[in-house]
């Protein structure tokens, strides 16, 4: 009897995908980016990248909905290749880098769409207030790298509104929102 059911626990651990993974977000190998976009008074585009942050994030192909993220973002890696400019985002004004060095990212709820988008919940905690954000994501691929490993993208989009996190900077009135991209890699633990 015992050896019955120990077969049928061993057949039954067999049968079940393993579809869910934990992975962390590849930013040694330089394959995520965080970056932005805010108009610059109503006449151009004005773009920059946070060159320091880590995560991670679980995905279960099976039930996509048990899928969550967690990203921090150093404040003080902001590279908008223009070095005043950096040193002005990273002041008072905007980032307030000093008092708060960290951004951080952890998602409360993710709803599954159609062909490999979701919508992500989470709470964005950016100058020290914490707001409910939705990301739009979209699974770019995933598959066996040539190093043996297991990976998988996703891409993610949000527009946060300035004010919502205390950076009240008058940018004139064309520049009350960001638009913020994430293109992620992950690495299968």
Request: charged share 20%; with cysteine.
């Amino acid at each position: 009897m015992i050896r019955k059911l120990g077969l049928l626990c061993a057949t039954l651990l067999l049968a079940t995908p393993l579809w869910a993974a934990d992975y962390m977000i590849d930013t040694k190998g330089h394959h995520a980016f965080v970056q932005f976009r805010i108009q610059h008074l109503g006449y151009s585009w004005l773009y920059g990248r946070f060159d320091d942050f880590s995560g991670q994030f679980s995905y279960d192909e099976a039930n996509p909905a048990k899928s969550t993220v967690e990203v921090t973002i150093n404040t003080s890696s902001v590279s908008t290749n223009h070095a005043e400019r950096d040193k002005h985002l990273r002041s008072e004004d905007f980032l307030f880098s000093d008092k708060f060095p960290q951004a951080r990212f952890v998602s409360t709820a993710v709803k599954p769409g159609a062909d490999g988008t979701a919508t992500i919940t989470g709470d964005l905690t950016l100058r020290g207030v914490t707001r409910a954000i939705t990301l739009e994501a979209e699974s770019i691929g995933g598959g066996q790298d040539p190093w043996g490993g297991y990976r998988h993208g996703f891409l993610g989009t949000t527009t946060l509104t300035l004010k919502d996190f205390g950076i009240n900077f008058d940018l004139g009135p064309a520049a009350t929102e960001v638009e913020m991209t994430l293109s992620i890699e992950g690495i299968r633990k």
